[in-house]
């Protein structure tokens, strides 16, 4: 399995600031028109940085906000804006579906046998089976290329919108056999030239994995904040462990409700493994078996503390091979002199 986010990205999991990569200088992935299909957080930053390059793609807006809309028009980080159905992001050489999961699908429900022969697909949903199960189902799996970009904020809409969203962000793409290698190569392509880092992946492993790493600290940060809610504490009242641990609380309620809509049984079973864990912790408290406690904090923070420890074991390492003799060491008797 891929080394999963280091960032659940649809947690919004921050990433240390990175500079922003130069553009190239054609148009990304060598796409010359791109549409996107949501203009919030996700969309927005990408209009923002497909507006910034040199020789920028022409760029189609569409969503069902048109006073967004009309606000990235006037901004002049799109060339045209149009609301769903109107057709417009089939006049586009690549079609980025950049809205909720359930829009997702039903935008290809209703405009995917309308695209051109020639439009490849690709999204930012966060789920990869979904997307193409509806994409063989209107003929457009051999052009679909389903996207996740591991970044996002627990923020939303396009006021969240920043043009080095995508900078530094593991990309992680998926697609059915029937794709084209040029298809894939210019899909990829235009995920790093971005400033995306593209990570191939099965689409059910791929889904699998961010039930765990992604949709699970979700539920769990959603859950505190309800006990706390119910226990009468507001988020003032919190100090920096509860702020981290409640944070993902404050993601787009629509986006969350969709992608769990969709969500497959590990989640579930993710469910299922950290109740019985609450209940094990429960039952050791009720009988002051602090010892157990113990052990069980002790994994927990060796788990927590892994990829430290195997960093400074690596830097060791190297410190010693730095350090060690050239040519043979000399054993034996105390009368050797240097």
């Not at 793409?173 to 995920?191: G, H, K, N, Q």
Request: charged fraction near 25%; glycine fraction near 12%.
């Amino acid at each position: 399995m891929r080394d999963s986010h280091g960032e659940a990205l649809l947690n919004g999991e921050e990433r240390e600031p990175v500079v922003e990569a130069l553009a190239p200088e054609g148009p990304p992935g060598g796409f010359r028109s791109v549409a996107v299909v949501g203009l919030g957080l996700m969309g927005g930053s990408l209009v923002q940085r497909l507006h910034s390059f040199s020789r920028p793609p022409r760029i189609i807006g569409v969503d069902v906000d048109s006073v967004t809309g009309l606000r990235v028009r006037g901004d002049g980080l799109v060339d045209v804006f149009g609301l769903p159905g109107d057709g417009l992001a089939g006049e586009a050489d690549l079609v980025v579906l950049a809205c909720p999961v359930k829009a997702a699908l039903r935008f290809l429900g209703e405009e995917g046998r309308t695209l051109r022969p020639e439009t490849v697909v690709t999204d930012v949903t966060g789920l990869n089976n979904p997307i193409l199960r509806k994409a063989s189902q209107v003929g457009i799996l051999d052009r679909t290329v389903t996207g996740h970009p591991l970044c996002g904020s627990e923020s939303s809409g396009f006021a969240a919108a920043r043009r080095d969203l995508y900078e530094g962000a593991r990309v992680w793409l998926s697609a059915d056999p029937t794709v084209p290698e040029s298809i894939r190569a210019a899909v990829a392509a235009f995920w790093t030239d971005v400033g995306g880092g593209v990570e191939w992946i099965d689409a059910a492993e791929h889904d699998e994995t961010v039930a765990w790493i992604s949709h699970l600290p979700q539920i769990l940060a959603s859950a505190l904040a309800g006990a706390l809610d119910s226990a009468g504490y507001r988020p003032r009242d919190l100090g920096p462990g509860g702020r981290d641990m409640t944070r993902l609380a404050g993601s787009s309620p629509t986006m969350w409700a969709d992608l769990l809509e969709y969500s497959v049984p590990a989640t579930g079973l993710g469910l299922t493994s950290i109740s019985r864990a609450l209940a094990m912790i429960a039952d050791l408290l009720a009988r002051r078996e602090m010892d157990h406690i113990k052990e069980f904090l002790e994994l927990t923070h060796a788990w927590a503390h892994e990829e430290d420890s195997l960093a400074e074991r690596a830097e060791a390492e190297s410190r010693t091979a730095d350090t060690a003799p050239e040519g043979p060491v000399p054993v034996g008797g105390g009368d050797e002199r240097p």
